[in-house]
């Protein structure tokens, strides 16, 4: 869980990591972009692929990999079954697998993303392009207190189990309702004292963060050629 969900793959040596974050956030959001508006399967469906090996070059375990993109996979799949059932099966099936290659295609460039960019550099430079101060704020501590409302939870849930709480469909149904219950109970808490907290320190809203240095020329000739390709690419395959 650890591995899951933490930056412990962003502060590596590699390529992609070396790479400012404002201009990953530039080709990330190109990419997302084009992958929406493709109009064949495979275009989507081929960057997920091109993803996923660039997650192996940079030496991300295919379990941590495929445990991320395991969510929206899922999603993708449903979409599927829901398109065969309502427009039937050739149109429905094609309809439905266009879709699923946005769903996966974008989900696979937003997870390499977060592989090869601590979160903290990502906010930072969401508020370079003029992401308002409160919302980068709030992005912040959204994502610091996700980790200890997991903890919350699997310390929750081993209590439960060491009391049977798992037992049988019908308990299994009781704990992780009163699981979900107290989950949401300690996130409102924790809420109430962090922003207590925040204003004991003098905080008013106010921009905290501190300015970032210019983008270098050789990240902003990375992020251009990046683009093309992926103009190029769209062009020659996603747009036909």
Known sequence: MFELFSDIFAVRDNPLTRLDAR?????????????????????????????????????????????????????????????????????????????????????????????????????????????????VDLALLTYRYVFVLIETAVDMASAQRVRMGYTGFGRSLSSFSVLAGGVVIRSTEQAARTHEAMLAKGWSGGDTHQPLPPVRLRDVLAAAAVCLLISAAYIGWGAK
């Open 23 to 135: 201009a990953k956030l530039v080709i990330a959001l190109f990419a997302i972009i084009a992958v929406i508006m493709s109009r064949h399967a495979a275009f989507g469906f081929g960057v997920c692929v091109l993803v996923l090996a660039a997650t192996g070059m940079i030496g991300i375990p295919v379990k941590i990999a495929g445990e991320r993109i395991a969510m929206p996979f899922g999603m993708a799949l449903v979409v599927v079954v829901i398109k065969v059932f309502l427009s039937g099966m050739e149109e429905g099936l094609a309809s439905g697998l266009l879709l699923a290659s946005h769903v996966l295609g974008a989900a696979s460039i937003a997870m390499l993303l977060g592989f090869v960019t601590p979160a903290h550099q990502l906010f930072r430079g969401l508020r370079w392009f003029g992401l308002s101060a409160a919302w």
